[in-house]
Antibody, heavy 124, light 109 residues
Framework: EVQLVESGGGLIQPGGSLRLSCAAS????????MHWVRQAPGKGLVWVSR????????TYADSVKGRFTISRDNAKNTLYLQMNSLRAEDTAVYYC?????????????????WGQGTLVTVSS | EIVLTQSPGTLSLSPGERATLSCRAS???????LAWYQQKPGQAPRLLIY???STATGIPDRFSGSGSGTDFTLTISGLEPEDFAVYYC??????????FGQGTKLEIK
């Protein structure tokens, strides 16, 4: 059974840092691109970042570029999101998500599996 | 960046009825790489449809997707009580950001 379990969220003051983790199991983690998606309270879904299978390629939303860093440890089957210089507008539930492999074997950016999310609250 | 606009914002229907949800893109979605998700309160989203019309594994056949280019539709034929939720479309055809629509809330009438 595929499982993604996020951790590391919490209450943090503006300007502070947090590192989120996403522990993966039930599939070969190193074969999949992974993404982070966030959802502010009562709002919609917003893509944050993605990383390729070996960690050599990363992409970020403009709103987090230069402040957030996505990484992965394939030996530990874990995805990370280092968040620095946090702002009130970063308050959200953060989900890690695994991309879909289609029946044709193509990796596409639709999210087949999601974690349960971890809440980050940025407030003084 | 492709902007996705979903309509209506809220849809009020009764169990057994047919639901039609719309997602319009500000520019053509490459390869019709358009997905639909269902989200219930306190839960993560669930993938329903990918590639505009392909149903994800384990999704009941009352859910179907259609459309191409800039206009896409999610249809739920014969609403079940568990179908009342918020639905999001997402495009993943172009380079990031992989944008989402603002959501349609499907509520019981």
């Amino acid at each position: 059974e595929v499982q993604l379990v996020e951790s590391g969220g919490g209450l943090i003051q503006p300007g502070g840092s947090l590192r989120l983790s996403c522990a993966a199991s039930g599939f070969t983690f190193s074969n999949y691109w992974m993404h982070w998606v966030r959802q502010a309270p009562g709002k919609g879904l917003v893509w944050v970042s993605r990383i390729n299978t070996d960690g050599s390629t990363t992409t970020y939303a403009d709103s987090v570029k230069g402040r957030f860093t996505i990484s992965r440890d394939n030996a530990k089957n874990t995805l990370y999101l280092q968040m620095n210089s946090l702002r009130a507008e970063d308050t959200a539930v953060y989900y890690c998500a695994r991309v879909l492999i289609t029946p044709a074997g193509t990796s596409v950016g639709a999210y087949h599996y999601w974690g349960q999310g971890t809440l980050v609250t940025v407030s003084s | 960046e492709i902007v996705l606009t979903q309509s209506p914002g809220t849809l009020s229907l009764s169990p057994g009825e047919r639901a039609t949800l719309s997602c319009r893109a500000s520019q053509s979605v490459i390869s019709n790489y358009l997905a639909w998700y269902q989200q219930k309160p306190g839960q993560a989203p669930r993938l329903l449809i990918y590639g505009a019309s392909s149903t994800a594994t384990g999704i009941p056949d009352r859910f179907s997707g259609s459309g191409s280019g800039t206009d896409f539709t999610l249809t739920i034929s014969g609403l079940e009580p568990e179908d009342f939720a918020v639905y999001y479309c997402q495009q993943y055809g172009s380079l990031p950001p992989y944008t989402f629509g603002q959501g349609t809330k499907l509520e019981i009438k």
